[in-house]
Every structure is written in C-alpha cells, then in structure tokens.
C-alpha cells in the first residue's frame, strides 16, 4: 500500500514540476513571450492602452504582475482548466486540445497495438527458428526498419500512394460534410484518412519490438521449464504460446505503456506531414504563430500524458506479472 501511495502522490508532484518547467521555457524563448505578443497585437491595430488587458485575457497572466504572481495565476489556470485563449485560432486553448487530442490517441494507440502484435509475432518465430533463413532475413529487416526514422515511409506513402496514385486523402481527419456519428460512412472516412500515418507509425517501430521479443524469446527457450515441458511430449504450438511467448512478452508491457506516452511527442512530424489535426499539428501551427498559449497547452498534455502511462505501468506490472511484488517493483 506504501508503494501504491507513493506511486500516487508523484503524481501532482511531477505535474507540478512539468508545469513550472513550461512556464520557464517559454519565457527563456528569445523576446519572451509577451513581447511578441504586444508587436502582434500593435500591428493588429489594437490601442497600446489597451495591449496589457488584452494579454491577460489571452494568456490569464497579468504581465505587469512579478514572476512569482504570473507563476501563481498559471497554476490556478492550469488546476481549473483555464490554458488562455489562443491566439492564431481565437479559440479557448482547453477546446483546441479537446478537439485535437482524440485523434492523437487514435493514432498513437492504434499504431502502436499494430506495431506490438505484429512485431510479437514475428519476433516468437525468430526466436522458435534461431538461425533459420527466415530469422536472418526478418533480422536484417528489423534493423534496416530501426534505421529508417518513420517520417522518411510517411513521405514516401503521401507521395506515391496520395499524390501519384490517388488511392489515399492528403489532409485531415475526415471527409469534409461527413458529420461525426457512428455512421458506416463517418467510420470508413476516419479509417481512410488515418490508414497511412497509422502505417508509417506502425512500420517505424515494428523492427525494434520483433528483435525485443526474438531476444526475450531465445531466452526464455533456455529455461529449464521449456525444456520439462518438450519432455512431457508437449506439442511445439502450446510451448510456444503458453511457455515461450506468455513469458517473454512479460517485460516488454512495461515498455508498451512508455512507449505510447513516448509517441505521443512523436506525432508531431508525422501530423504535419499528412496535415492531420491532431495535438502535434496545432503544436507546430502554434510555433510558427508565436501562439504561446497553445504551445504551452500542448507540451503539457503530451508531458501529462506519459506521466499517466508510466503511472498506470508502475501500478499494473505486479498485476500481469506475479513474480514481480509492489515491493520488488519499487527497485525496478
């Protein structure tokens, strides 16, 4: 319960520490954030009296007020959910994100489920064929797959299969006039525009997850329960399932959870790229705007996002693994 209890109060405390790191950097950014603010809204002709109540109301920080003070009105902000307004989209911050967030996750989930299972499944064969022709060749595909960053399959898929062929969307999330439902044709139109990031995400991490499990596989292949079990007659299919594969993906859980909340930062090239509306896109849109309010807003749902994954890791580890007790897995 120790465990648990400490797991839990780290919580609002790395938030904390991530909020207060934004807050800092972005007024380390060369002029500060303000700065560029009062030159935008001058050349947008609003009243220099006017400029610092304009601010505040964009940002919910007084800027006339110390650090310490905008520090305290930001945290209150962040606590009920008051990131400003945004200033390239003039929209509440808290709604952009609400908006774009969704097909974020969509993205990272779905790619990331695909890029598991596949790369699991090619890794246990590799480790059941050690040495075959089929393991040299999946292994040499792995690591050419490892070398080549994902963004580098997203431009070639948009070029040929969008541009050259016609057979994909090139931009957004959904057909325009398509209205969100549970419509067959609203579902079809999310697929659609989704399936090439989902497949350059997916191919991009596919060759480090089958040479994790060829690994783990080799590996647990060695222990002497696997070798009981051959003696027993078992067939090689339930020693593959049931011994080899159960154990092996054992360690690699921990790294599936990081490893969304890690992708999550990840779709901000990938975003850009097919113009996907999701949380990298704004964030990019945001930088090239000095849109502070939305850029902040931004790195702190990403930071949040893979605090909770290592969170709910740390919590359910000992649940999927029995051998691994909340009080071993605090060492760990």
Known sequence: MNYYLRRTVRIPLTILAVATLTFGLIRLLPGGPFTQ???QLIRQGVPAEQVNARIEALQNIRPDAPLWQQYLDYLIGVVQLDLGQSISLNAPVIEVLARALPWTVFLVVTSTVLMFVV???IGAVQAYKEGSRFDKLASGSSIFLMAVPYYIFAVIFLFFLAFQFNLFPTGNAVERGVEASLSVEYILSVLHHAALPILAFTIGGVGSTALNMRGNGIQVLGEEYVEVARLRGLSDGHIATKYV???AILPMYTGLLLLIGFRLGGTV?????FSYPGLGYYLI?????NDYPLMMGCFLVITITLVIAVYIADLTYGLIDP?????DSDGY
Do not use: F, M, W
């Not at 051998?323 to 009080?327: E, K, L, M, V, W």
């Open 37 to 39: 603010l009062r030159i």
């Open 119 to 121: 790369g699991v499944l």
């Open 245 to 247: 594969a159960k154990n």
């Open 269 to 273: 090239v990938l975003e850009q790229i």
């Open 285 to 289: 849109s945001a930088v090239n705007a």
């Open 323 to 327: 051998r691994i007790s909340a009080g």
